[in-house]
């Protein structure tokens, strides 16, 4: 998976991509292959992708409730967040751990942070979040993940639940003074039957200036398929975004991606 978001990333293809520290095939490898990208001209902003939810596990010594050795299921982290039974100590050790862990490995903080499944949206964990980012990471921007106003569609729920949940996130990142993205898309039904190259013009469509579009690319090998349940769509996503009908969609919508060193965002 890593080696095709580096194909992409050299290509110009995508220009932002967020590291999963948590993950067992992580390693110093791994972020020296990637972090060399950038060496010279700036190709891309890495982040770090805040993983609370199983089948990962913690990085933190004491972290509180498991399963197993594992976080929670997605499901089972969100109603705790909701009903605020997590240990909001716990929840800032784990985040900040998994910062630090980014920091020993890239030399830096990272350039932006957000959470895998969107777990730094919920209610409680997002007070954890802001604290260590603000402290560890003060430079970063943060990923919200409501849609534009032109460009919301009620029939898709889950772009609606996180249009919900990112009302509040961004509420606390103005007071905080924290950057974030104006705008977000890239939600679809994870199916065999999705066809990404005729979904993804619609997410360009009413995207705001420095929106920024969700994608998951990549090739997929027997660590991911233990890990992860999105497998051959990463490979149509890469295929697509490897084409040339990719640019030419772009063309179409008036789009360019945005610099990485620049206030923006594109597709990440």
């Known amino acids: 998976m890593n080696a095709g978001i580096r194909e992409l990333i050299v290509r110009g293809r995508i220009n932002a991509t967020s590291i999963m520290v948590a993950a067992p095939y992580f390693n110093s490898d791994e972020a020296a292959a990637l972090d060399t990208l950038n060496s010279g001209e700036k190709r891309a902003d890495l982040g770090l992708h805040v993983t609370l939810t199983a089948p990962f596990s913690p990085l933190s010594a004491d972290f509180s409730p498991l399963r197993k050795s594992r ?62 980012v603000a402290q560890g990471a003060p430079d970063a921007w943060v ?84 890990l992860d349940s999105l497998t051959t769509l990463r490979e149509h996503e890469f295929t697509f975004f490897s084409s040339s009908a990719f640019p030419k969609v772009l063309a179409e919508h008036a789009v360019v991606l945005a610099s990485p060193t620049g206030e923006s965002r594109g597709t990440a």
């Open 71 to 132: 976080f929670l299921s997605l499901n089972d982290v969100l109603r705790g967040a909701v009903a605020r039974r997590l240990q909001s100590e716990w929840l800032i050790t784990e985040i900040a751990t998994q910062l630090r862990a980014f920091i020993e490995v890239f030399g830096r903080p990272p350039d932006f942070v957000d959470g895998h499944q969107h777990v730094h949206l919920f209610p409680q964990i997002r007070d954890a979040f802001f604290r260590v």
């Open 143 to 226: 990923r919200q993940c409501g849609r534009a106003k032109l460009s919301r569609h009620l029939h898709d729920r889950k772009a609606l639940t996180l249009d919900i949940l990112s009302v509040g996130f961004r509420r606390k990142a103005k007071r905080l003074g924290v950057k974030f993205n104006p705008g977000f898309a890239g939600t679809y039904s994870f199916n065999s039957r999705a066809n990404f190259a005729k979904i993804f013009p619609r997410f360009l469509s009413g995207l705001p200036d420095g929106g920024l579009v969700m994608c998951h690319p990549g090739f997929v090998d027997d660590a991911l398929k233990s």
